[in-house]
């Protein structure tokens, strides 16, 4: 990345969003590294809103994170449908007026093979592209544009976009995955050009990889827990007002790609 701010780890000195009630919209939240990124935000005193496409197990995550003290809600939300993610920003505009962070956690893989965990280019069927980057790239930018003006309401917006060291031309690790890897690299230089576009506002815009996390993502195959992969979106959602701005970062730090 050519931005000076991105070529340093985050600071860990968090914004105090427990100060003053703020709200924080978690997409893809009723399960796995994206519930774990809204518990983990509750924690720390933030209102958190779980975005997902399935309303009986959006109401069971946020009445499990109720039960367990956090100021949850939630709402009904399909990244790559204009009408929902629509009535979603609507929905939220009208229940709290502003948007503190806004973390693009919903992704897809993609079929691969289930022996190999291959998606090879040589045979991959185009829809299957089209699919994997209507949600993880169209979807980012369906959702953050809808959410702006809520978002620029705020006095210190964040928003973090997941994304995984698999989109790294550098590292280029794990199996070859022609339609989710190159995803995850369109993001982190989709996130880029955002982190120029917001360069004069409070808006700062980081991705985050949470390394091979065992969820149903990945067949329970990782060797993360939820936990763990939440937790640099939930440090970089939190980020001091003099944070950095498009940078692409794990557990150790910056992920070059």
Not at 63 to 76: M, Q
Not at 230 to 255: H, K, M, N, S, Y
Request: charged share 20%; glycine share 10%.
């Amino acid at each position: 990345m050519n931005d000076t701010h991105a070529q340093t780890a985050p600071d860990t000195t968090a914004h105090d969003y427990a100060a003053t009630k703020t709200t924080a919209l978690v997409t893809g939240a009723n399960k796995g590294i994206g519930y774990a990124i809204a518990k983990g935000l509750g924690e720390k005193g933030l209102r958190v809103i779980l975005g997902a496409r399935n309303a009986q197990s959006l109401d069971e995550a946020v009445a499990t994170l109720r039960a367990e003290g956090i100021d949850a809600e939630g709402v009904e939300l399909d990244v790559t449908s204009d009408e929902s993610v629509a009535a979603a920003a609507a929905d939220l505009a009208e229940r709290f007026g502003t948007l503190d962070v806004l973390v693009n956690n919903a992704g897809v893989s993609g079929p691969f093979d289930p022996v190999t965990w291959a998606q090879d280019p040589t045979t991959l069927d185009l829809d299957t592209v089209r699919s994997v980057v209507d949600v993880n790239v169209y979807g980012v930018i369906r959702v953050t544009n809808a959410l702006l003006p809520l978002l620029e309401k705020a006095a210190s917006p964040r928003i973090v976009n997941a994304s995984s060291s698999m989109g790294s031309l550098g590292r280029q690790p794990g199996p070859i995955m022609a339609a989710y890897s190159p995803s995850k690299t369109f993001l982190n230089g989709i996130t880029v050009q955002y982190a120029r576009a917001f360069a004069e506002t409070p808006i700062i815009i980081n991705a985050a990889c949470p390394g091979l996390v065992a969820t149903d993502f990945n067949g329970f195959a990782g060797d993360r827990t939820p936990e763990q992969g939440a937790a640099t979106a939930i440090r970089l959602a939190t980020l001091p007002d003099d944070g950095p701005r498009g940078g692409f970062f794990d557990d150790e730090g910056v992920v070059p790609w």
